[in-house]
């Protein structure tokens, strides 16, 4: 059998049309995990563009010393960039990266869309609310080993750190209580897609999000065969077409992806 090859947590830039798509990763992780997006997007003839989030694809102790206004600042400069090269832009981001998502809607209320997977606005682990304690008492707190993935490949398909730094989860629930507060003045439209197979956010958090977002144009997918990752787990292909599809239907005049 051939060695793996070890996945990078690297950005990507897949240069296309004038449809620009801007992808953001999760909490620990890196671009790889929205890299089948990326390039099912760039196969349609999109710009998509994946940033590294500050503190993140390199070590635990890295992360800590990264707050949310520094992840916030990068994909916002990271989404001014994509404009330089496209007339209409999407965002779309995997649980923290759903919450940087919506951040950015509320400041850029001309992104054409946005894309929410596994929305991160409510979790199950209750631990992260005692965060703003435990961070002077741990400094990181290992993940689960019971993976929530369908499908056995999809863990090659992932870089993230082994352990959550805990400080680092305070910054994660700030943000969140930032943008929960001004869900209602988010107009842009959205689709949120998650799954009943997810063991990291609350059930109800995609559910919740959609309710208080203040968008009229707003869909909800539910899957049932994928965990959080559904970026790369059994049904990433599902999750892709309906991305593009929502893209299509949301480019102002007569527009196509290919520019």
Known sequence: ??????????????????????????????????????????????????????????????????????????????????????????????????ILTLNLALHNPDIRGIILYSPAMWVRDKSLYLTPLLKYIIKTHPKSTDSDLTDPEAVHRLWSYDEKPVASAHELLKLSRFVKRHLSQIHTPTLIIHSTGDAVIHPQSAERTLQKLGATDKELITLHNSGHCITVDSEWRVVAEKTATFIRQHLAGESEAGG
Not at 9 to 30: K, M
Not at 40 to 47: D, E, R
Not at 49 to 57: C, V
Not at 74 to 92: I, M, N, P, R, Y
């Open 1 to 98: 059998m051939a060695e793996r090859i070890p996945l990078q947590p690297d950005p990507y830039f897949l240069p296309g049309g004038r449809v620009g798509a801007l992808l953001i990763h999760g909490f620990t992780g890196s671009p790889p995990e929205m890299r089948l997006i990326g390039d099912y997007l760039h196969q349609q003839g999109l710009t998509v563009s994946a940033p590294l989030l500050p503190g993140h694809g390199l070590t635990p102790a890295d992360m800590q010393r990264s707050k949310w206004e520094d992840w916030a600042r990068h994909v916002q400069t990271s989404l001014d960039e994509l404009k330089k090269h496209c007339d209409q832009v999407f965002v779309g981001g995997l649980s923290l990266g759903s």
